[in-house]
C-alpha cells in the first residue's frame, strides 16, 4: 500500500466542483472511479481543498493510498485512459506516509483571468470574465496593494463552510496584463470561501472607478461582506498551485509560468 500524490488539472466548466456529491458529476468522483477501474478496489482520494462548479484548476494536488503496482511515471497515463474528457493527471509519485494533499498544504497559487475586448469574446466564455468596461490597471494594483499581509478578510468571505478564523496572509498579489486581457495573480496561506472571486470583483470596483484605491483598506478593517465589491463569476477562477513545505513533483513534468506566473 502506498501514499501517492498528484498533480491534477481540470475544466471546471464540466463538473459540479471538486467534492464528490450525489446526483452531480464531480472531479473527485471520475478520479476515484478511474482508480477502482485500475487497482480493483475502493480508493478514497483527499483534495488540497474544493473548488466549486465553474472553477478550474492547472495544479490541483490529491493524494490516496493503493496497491497499484504501476510505477508512478506510468500511473498518469494508465488514469487519464480512464477519466472522461475535461480532467487529466499530469504527474504522480509515492510520497511519505504522513503526506496529506489538505492537510499538508500550506498556502495556494489562484489566478483570475479578465477579458477586456470591447465586444463580447465569440469563444471561451466558461474560462474567462469578459469585462467591457474601461480598466485603469494602475488603479488595480493600487488597491491591490492594501491587502497584502495578514488580515482579517471577513469582508471578501460569502458564507460557507465553517472556520475557527478568518485571518489569512496574503503574500503576493500581482496584476499581469496582455494585449486585451490580465489576470490577478494571488498567493497566499489559505482562502476564505469565494474570497478570491470577491477580491477580483472589489479591485475591477476600483479599476472602473467606483471605488478608491485606499477604499480598499476600509472595507477589510469594516469586515463586512457587504461594503465588498460583487463576487466575481468563477468562469475566471485558476487554481495555479499548490504550496508544500517539502519539494513535490520535482522529477517529472515541465512547468511553464506562462500567463498565470
Same mark, same amino acid.
Given at each position: ?69 504501476? *510505477? ?47 465586444? *463580447?469574446? #465569440? ?57 486585451? @486581457? ?27 472607478? *467606483? ?22 463569476? @468563477? ?9 508544500? #513545505? ?16
Amino acid at each position: 500500500m502506498r501514499n501517492i500524490r498528484v498533480r491534477i488539472a481540470y475544466d471546471g466548466s464540466q463538473f459540479f466542483g471538486w467534492q464528490r456529491q450525489a446526483g452531480f458529476l464531480s472531479v473527485q468522483e471520475v478520479l476515484e472511479e478511474a482508480l477502482e477501474v485500475l487497482s480493483g478496489h475502493r480508493v478514497v482520494v483527499f483534495g488540497s481543498g474544493r473548488t466549486d462548479t465553474g472553477v478550474h484548476a492547472m495544479g490541483q494536488v490529491a493524494s490516496f493510498h493503493s496497491e497499484t503496482r504501476l *510505477r508512478d511515471d506510468r500511473l498518469p497515463f494508465a488514469l487519464n485512459a480512464h477519466l472522461p474528457p475535461g480532467v487529466v493527471v499530469l504527474e504522480a509519485e509515492t510520497c511519505p506516509e504522513d503526506f496529506h494533499a489538505q492537510h499538508s498544504a500550506r498556502g495556494k497559487r489562484y489566478a483570475y483571468l479578465v477579458r477586456t475586448t470591447r465586444f *463580447r469574446p #465569440p469563444m471561451g466564455e466558461a474560462y474567462m470574465h469578459w469585462v467591457p468596461d474601461r480598466l485603469d490597471l494602475d488603479r488595480v494594483r493600487q488597491g491591490a496593494g492594501w491587502l497584502l499581509g495578514t488580515h482579517d478578510f471577513s469582508s471578501f468571505a460569502n458564507a460557507g463552510s465553517p472556520r475557527k478564523s478568518n485571518v489569512r496572509t496574503l503574500q503576493a498579489i500581482h496584476v499581469v496584463a496582455r494585449r486585451d @486581457a490580465f489576470a490577478l495573480v494571488l498567493q497566499g496561506d489559505g482562502f476564505l470561501y469565494n474570497m478570491v472571486r470577491t477580491l477580483a470583483g472589489t479591485l475591477l470596483e476600483v479599476g472602473r472607478g *467606483r471605488m478608491e484605491p485606499d477604499a480598499v483598506q476600509d472595507v477589510l478593517a469594516a469586515r463586512r461582506r457587504s461594503l465588498a465589491g460583487p463576487t466575481a463569476p @468563477a468562469a475566471g477562477l485558476y487554481l495555479r498551485r499548490v504550496l508544500y #513545505p517539502e519539494p513535490c513533483f520535482q522529477g517529472t513534468g515541465v512547468r511553464r509560468a506562462g500567463f498565470f506566473g
